[in-house]
Nanobody
């Protein structure tokens, strides 16, 4: 079992940046694939970025706009989401997720992940 705890959310102004953290406990997540999702009020949970473990290397995939970047600190058993140039549309609860699965997995789908944190709120004022 893995427990995930997010932190680092808050209220910021448009154009600001935040670094969100997701600390894992219970076992190492070094060989898990990890992701960040977000969910705004009244909307479905949305994929943001992921970091894939393929058995030998880790691949960190940036968001399409390039404003969000995922990273890992295996020594701290923690992943991060660096958010830049935040917009009001980025306001949401941000969740981290983990899965030890590798084969036949669509890492952009929330259903592919086995473990979730409770989320951290990001609010962006215009």
């Amino acid at each position: 079992q893995v427990q995930l705890v997010e932190s680092g959310g808050g209220l910021v102004q448009a154009g600001d940046r935040l670094r969100l953290s997701c600390a894992a406990s219970g076992r190492t997540i070094k060989t898990d694939s990890m992701a960040w999702f977000r969910q705004a009020p009244g909307k479905e949970r949305e994929f943001v970025v992921f970091s894939i473990w393929n058995g030998g290397n880790t691949y960190n995939i940036r968001s399409r706009e390039g404003r969000f970047t995922i990273s890992r600190d295996n020594a701290k058993n923690t992943i991060y989401l660096q958010t830049n140039s935040l917009k009001p549309d980025d306001a949401a609860v941000y969740y981290c997720a983990a899965t030890p699965r590798r084969d036949g997995v669509d890492f952009r789908q929330s259903t592919s992940y086995d473990y979730w944190g409770q989320g951290t709120q990001v609010t962006v004022s215009s």
